[in-house]
């Protein structure tokens, strides 16, 4: 079983300062983790991903996460907010050795850059 | 290359009418889902197919809802007697096998009347 939750799902910065978007999962299994952003109107769009490898992600953007097992974490980040950053981010949660690959979305967290 | 595409991009409806909606994945992906979105909410699954195995339809919300696979390429998703509570967008994507990052087409926003 794998599920993943997004502890906000309004963040609000002004433009210039530090994002945070948390994300808690939990997985059976060895997970993948993935940030996707999706701009109004628009598909989703891959920021970043964890596949066993390091686990400080660097993304597209500026974005970066850090896998923490101890934790369950995957928290995204990004040290200075631009006005384009405003949109919908979702965390996604995939065990390959399960569900045939079927992955799970968080509910999503909307992102608001304030001038 | 080109990317995963759906058609149409948009689709208006009367409650009661069957629609189609169309996904042509990444060319060499052998993945494909279907996911729903509903205004302001989350990705809900829908269906997964893999290669030649049997699709994992676990997320169809009702019997109303079908799709194919034809060629291990392009599916088609219908709805059937469509209601008004199936107003959404709806999302297709494709992954390579042994990947399970997924490239994500633009959408198909259905508006049932």
């Known amino acids: 079983a794998q599920s993943v939750t997004q502890l906000d799902s309004h963040v609000s910065v002004s433009e210039g300062t530090p994002v945070l978007l948390r994300c808690n999962y939990s997985s059976s299994y060895s997970p993948s983790l993935f940030w996707y952003v999706q701009h109004p109107n628009k598909g989703l769009q891959l920021l970043l991903k964890y596949t066993s490898a390091a686990t400080l992600v660097k993304g597209i953007n500026g974005f970066e996460a850090e896998f923490k097992k101890s934790e369950t974490s995957f928290h995204l980040t990004k040290p200075s907010a631009h006005m384009s950053d405003a949109a919908e981010y979702f965390c996604?949660?995939?065990?390959?050795?399960?569900?045939?690959?079927?992955?799970?979305f968080g509910d999503g967290t909307t992102l608001t850059v304030k001038p | 290359g080109a990317g995963v595409s759906q058609s149409p991009s948009n689709k208006v409806t009367e409650k009661g009418k069957d629609v189609e909606l169309r996904c042509d994945p990444i060319s060499g992906h052998t993945a494909l889902y279907w996911y729903r979105q509903s205004l302001g909410q989350g990705l809900e699954f829908l269906i997964y197919f893999q290669g030649n195995s049997a699709p994992d339809k676990s997320g169809l919300p009702s019997d109303r809802f079908s799709a194919e696979r034809t060629g291990g390429s392009v599916s088609t998703l219908t709805i059937q007697r469509t209601q008004q509570e199936d107003s959404a967008v709806y999302l297709c994507a494709s992954s390579l096998t042994g990947s399970n990052e997924q490239f994500f087409g633009p959408g198909t926003r259905l508006t049932v009347l």
């Open positions: 996604v949660v995939s065990s390959y050795n399960t569900n045939a690959g079927k992955s799970t």
